[in-house]
């Protein structure tokens, strides 16, 4: 069995595959402070330890990384692969600075099978659009995430509260919680259908839009474009690479 881990600034996704499909998935905390020990006490019991005979890792936090490597080489005796410069991809990055590239956008753009152009939406800590044609990425847009406008909205301003991420029934608020919901749950949706419109006008060409991340099961209903949902786009990625690499 094959442990994936997908490290984002919010949450550690953690992945099992059989080698083809993802079979189960878990999600933790992203905590910086936290010890490689306390990480492996939280996971141990989630996953089959015993079964576990390769690792891969993608990663957008390196101290996190760092903590996961260690837990692979203590527990696991795995030396586990990292999504990074000199890692087989099977994929083109059209950026002017193609290193800077996260290992999420990689992720996600290899695991776009599609032949036709493929937009896809990772509703992350950030938001990326990553736009994909013929295993090539060639170009990406980045906004600030729901709960980084959350924290921007309260921390900034005084009589604010924070609140839960939540849809409510109607577009115009009648009171601040649901003001705020409207906001960061509609208002997203807006810039999703706006930007690919956008796009559309950019490329002069029809795409798929697939919608992934934490959020994208709440925010999907609310778009009025057609698209797909896989909340295990960046892991099957993961897996795609792997595959690759270790033979």
């Not at 079979?23 to 330890?49: G, H």
């Not at 990074?84 to 290992?103: F, I, M, Q, S, Y």
């Not at 896809?120 to 847009?141: C, F, M, R």
Request: charged letters at 25%; proline letters at 5%; a negative charge.
């Amino acid at each position: 069995m094959i442990l994936l881990f997908d490290v984002g600034n919010t949450t550690v996704g953690i992945g099992l595959s059989d080698g083809s499909t993802i079979t189960d998935t878990f999600r933790l905390n992203t905590e910086i402070q936290k010890t490689a020990d306390e990480y492996w006490l939280q996971m141990r019991s989630l996953i089959p330890v015993s079964q576990i005979e390769s690792i891969a890792i993608s990663s957008v936090v390196p101290r996190i990384t760092e903590k996961l490597r260690e837990i692979a080489i203590k527990h696991f005796k795995l030396e586990p692969l990292i999504v990074g410069p000199g890692v087989k991809t099977g994929l083109n990055v059209k950026t002017d600075h193609p290193r800077e590239v996260g290992a999420d956008l990689i992720c996600d753009a290899v695991a776009v099978e599609e032949d036709i152009p493929t937009l896809v939406v990772d509703l992350g800590t950030a938001i990326k659009y990553i736009y994909v044609k013929n295993k090539t990425i060639l170009g990406v847009i980045i906004t600030p995430g729901v709960a980084i406008s959350i924290k921007a909205l309260v921390g900034n301003t005084a009589l604010l509260p924070d609140i839960d991420i939540e849809i409510p029934k109607k577009v115009l608020g009648t009171n601040t919680i649901a003001c705020m919901q409207s906001g960061v749950t509609y208002g997203v949706a807006a810039q999703v259908d706006g930007l690919i419109e956008r796009i559309k006008e950019e490329v002069k060409e029809d795409f798929n839009v697939i919608l992934t991340g934490g959020l994208s099961e709440t925010i999907a209903p609310l778009c009025k474009h057609p698209l797909k949902r896989d909340p295990d786009l960046v892991l099957k990625g993961l897996l795609q690479i792997y595959h690759r690499n270790v033979k």
